[in-house]
């Protein structure tokens, strides 16, 4: 299976984040610190060094994440669905439109 990249601003690395964590990360840091699924994963802190990097997307990237198939949302390792994705995306920008 080829991996393509998101075709939006930022797509390439947001493929190499991978979207369940970017919004695990993204909500770890923007609504609750005890939320620790994004480190789950081995490679967190190379993925944090992307995510710093990239913040010029990230409002645009959580924006998408409503339109992404719920199938390979749900193929993330970090104990989160689809739905649960989705809705924490849509709380971040909430909290982000407001600042």
Known sequence: MVSRNYPFLGGYDLRRICVSWFVSYSYYEHIDSNHKNWALLKTAKDRISKYEASRQYH???????????????NKNTLRLDAKQVKEMAFEILQTLSIK
């Open 59 to 73: 409002e645009l990237w959580l924006s998408k994440v409503k339109d992404m198939k719920d199938s390979l949302l």
